[in-house]
Every structure is written in C-alpha cells, then in structure tokens.
C-alpha cells in the first residue's frame, strides 16, 4: 500500500529498543521450566533442528503446539518452554516444535517442516490445537489451511481444527522490501503463495488472531485481514488485543494458567 514505511511497521526490534533484555528472559524462564518439567524429545525429521520438545499434560484431549517466531530466521523452541506453563498446569499436553531457518531453508521448506512436525504428533492420536507468536503465527494458520489427506492420505481430515496466532503475519508480499527479506529471498510470487490470507480453509475451523495493544498498525491489519477473509469463507474466527502489550510481550499471558489467552485455548481444545 502507497505510502506505509514497511521497515518501520515491521521491524519490531527497532519498535521495542528493550527487546534484548525481553528475549533474554524467554532464554532464562524457558531454561527454568525446562530444569523443573523435562520435556520429551520427539524427532520429526532427518535435520538437525527437526525436533520438538513436548510438555506432557494429563495425557487426554486434544495437543496444543505452540510455534515460535523469529521471522523465520531466528531462534529455537528452547527459548520458548515456559510457554507451556499455563496450559501444563491446566492439564494439557504442550509441543514446542524447532525449525530450520532461513536462509538455509526457504518459507515454504518451513512450512513443510511444520507439516512433518503435525503428521508426527497424530501418532498420538489425538486432534490438535496449533498456536504461534509471529512468524509462528503464520505457521499455526498454515497448519489450520493445510489439506491434512491431500498431505498424507493417512491423517485425518481434522488434524487441526484450531489455531490461536498472536501477533502473525498472514500476508508476506509487505516483507518483500524491506531488510527482512535479505534472509527470506521472497519474490512477490512466492510471497502470495506462502501467504494463508490467500488459502482456502474448511468452514468447520477456528482462527483467534491477536495482536498486542502497542504493536504496529501493520500488525493490526494483518490479523483483522485474516480474521475478516477468513470469517467471510465460513471459519469461525475472533480478533483480540492483549492488552499493554507490544510485540515481545504479546505472549507472556501463556504461563498464566488464569490469563484469558489460556482460558482461551482451554476453550478451544474443549475442556
């Protein structure tokens, strides 16, 4: 869209100058969690980051996977494991899954990992509820849009019938011009189509997309622009502000067991 300075909008670095501290106190709270419920290694695939690690609940219902950001160029699930926490302690079995990463890797590669990671977790199964923060984001509503038999004639249809994005990024043609596609490599085409904004979903779907309160107008359009596509095709979707919150923060709800962005997914995994 004329106008919008794109570097601006989406980089949220520059947008919270105390961003380094914040990611520190993931790294630090997610080691923590780690040393007092040490998760189960589950590999999804030959790579060296295809591996999830997975929080058990109470072992009954549906899977919640939480998908970390990073712009698909940064991070690891390990700097994430306190995420798990609210919904641990609620009962509920949690996946963190790590990818690989761009440049090594495209978008679509990454995508496909998810894919893998998801077809790995139906050997428990049971259905799944895929959430993500960011670039996570657009991963959880990839998974929601996948066709899961067209994928694998062997999973079911409604594998993911769930997905709960905060702060995601559905339509990736914005990313195209700025400095964060040095590590992408996105031509407009390949944008349009790793962008779920455009995909086809079943109408029989859930997509909560939220978004914090400080964060950019860009990231505010993304997730009404899913929710309003979508919820127009027959997807049950709701939009939501986290309230005080910027980019980094947008997810700290998730270790509260009592926080309405757990009590929310709760809702969705139907307990």
Sequence with gaps: MAGIDYEVE?????????????????????ASYRERHAPRAIAYGPGARNTMDFFPGDGNGPIVVFIHGGYWQA???????????????????????????????????IIGEMRAAARELARFGRPLVVSG?????????????????????????????????????????????????????????AAKAASPLFWSVLRDRNLDAVVGEN??????????????????????????????ANHFTAIAPLVDPESAMVRRLVELVGR
Excluded: K
């Design 10 to 30: 989406y980089n949220n670095r520059a947008r919270v100058p105390e961003n380094p501290a914040l990611m520190a106190g993931w790294a630090r709270d997610a």
């Design 75 to 109: 991070l690891d699930g390990s700097s994430f494991s306190h995420c798990a926490r609210g919904l641990n302690v609620r009962g509920i079995d949690v996946a963190v899954p790590t990818y690989s990463l761009c440049p090594d890797v495209t978008v679509e590669a």
């Design 133 to 189: 923060h960011s670039a996570g984001g657009h991963l959880a509503a990839c998974m929601l849009a996948t066709d899961w038999p067209a994928y694998d004639v062997s999973l079911p249809v409604n594998l993911v019938s769930s997905a709960y994005a905060i702060s995601g990024l559905f339509d990736l043609a914005p990313l195209v011009g700025t400095s964060i596609n040095r590590a992408l490599r996105l031509d407009p085409q």
């Design 215 to 244: 964060e950019s107008a860009e990231y505010f359009r993304q997730s009404r622009s899913i929710v309003q596509r979508w919820g127009a095709a027959g997807v049950t979707t709701r939009f939501a502000i986290v309230a005080g």
